[in-house]
Nanobody, 128 residues
Framework: QVQLEESGGGSAQAGGSLRLSCTAS?????????MAWFRQTPGEGREGVAR????????FYDDSVEDRFTISQDSASNTLYLQMTNLKPEDTAMYYC????????????????????WGQGTQVTVSS
């Protein structure tokens, strides 16, 4: 059973930066192939932010974070990252790391229902 744990959230000023980390459980040798970051604000559904195919390096970003956020991985430590720069107040949300374990070939898009393993979330708050 893969377990994911996020860290690195916190508070930042608009224009600032934060880096989120997501560590996969130590009982697996590699990150799951299809990984993504989502975010959620109170009363709203989970919004896809960025996704990564850990085997091909393919990345995809939501338009709202394109050119500001970067998703990446460190295979040696089984860690997924989300580098966030030029933060905006509208980036304030709970951020979740997710894996889609049931996809053998192409990874799914940024649709929350396609991802079946989630971390507990880390809060990001951006003030103006």
């Amino acid at each position: 059973q893969v377990q994911l744990e996020e860290s690195g959230g916190g508070s930042a000023q608009a224009g600032g930066s934060l880096r989120l980390s997501c560590t996969a459980s130590r009982y697996i040798s590699n990150l799951p192939r299809c990984m993504a970051w989502f975010r959620q604000t109170p009363g709203e559904g989970r919004e896809g932010v960025a996704r990564l195919s850990t085997t091909t390096g393919f990345t995809f970003y939501d338009d709202s974070v394109e050119d500001r956020f970067t998703i990446s991985q460190d295979s040696a430590s089984n860690t997924l990252y989300l580098q966030m720069t030029n933060l905006k107040p509208e980036d304030t949300a709970m951020y979740y790391c997710a894996a889609a374990l049931e996809y053998d070939f192409n990874c799914p898009g940024l649709i929350a229902a396609a991802y079946n393993t989630w971390g507990q979330g880390t809060q990001v708050t951006v003030s103006s």
